[in-house]
Nanobody, 128 residues
Framework: QVQLVESGGGTVQSGGSLRLSCAASVSSGQILLIDGMAWYRQAPGKEREVVATITTDGTTNYADSVKGRFTITRDNAENAMYLQMNSLKPEDTAIYYC???????????????????WGQGTQVTVSS
């Protein structure tokens, strides 16, 4: 019922920029609260790694490899999260995933709580 959908991936040259979006929705219902959210990425042959995290009140944290280049933000009213990626490098090439720790949502007047949601991923390719 709850979905996270990423968009904004693509191919860009080294030094370029991309902005990823993550939209949360629930079928036949309403999202009440989204707890901590994060962007992860997984490059070919590598494990999935956290890129950036953001709490409900906007506190952020970044992997050392992206500090100063990437910015994570969220819009609680729109149930959305974003990742602005600047000065992209070939090593940023990966599938980027949106993640939410906990989502409270209502369906037909009943409050539900779900945990550990993931999007389907969006490909980011940076050419040298």
């Amino acid at each position: 019922q709850v979905q996270l959908v990423e968009s904004g991936g693509g191919t860009v040259q080294s030094g370029g920029s991309l902005r990823l979006s993550c939209a949360a929705s629930v079928s036949s219902g309403q999202i009440l609260l989204i707890d901590g959210m994060a962007w992860y990425r997984q490059a070919p042959g590598k494990e999935r790694e956290v890129v950036a995290t953001i709490t409900t009140d906007g506190t952020t944290n970044y992997a050392d490899s992206v500090k100063g280049r990437f910015t994570i933000t969220r819009d609680n009213a729109e149930n959305a999260m974003y990742l602005q990626m600047n000065s992209l490098k070939p090593e940023d090439t990966a599938i980027y995933y949106c993640q939410a720790d906990r989502i409270d949502f209502a369906v037909r007047g009943t409050r539900n709580v779900g945990r550990h949601y993931w999007g389907q991923g969006t490909q980011v390719t940076v050419s040298s």
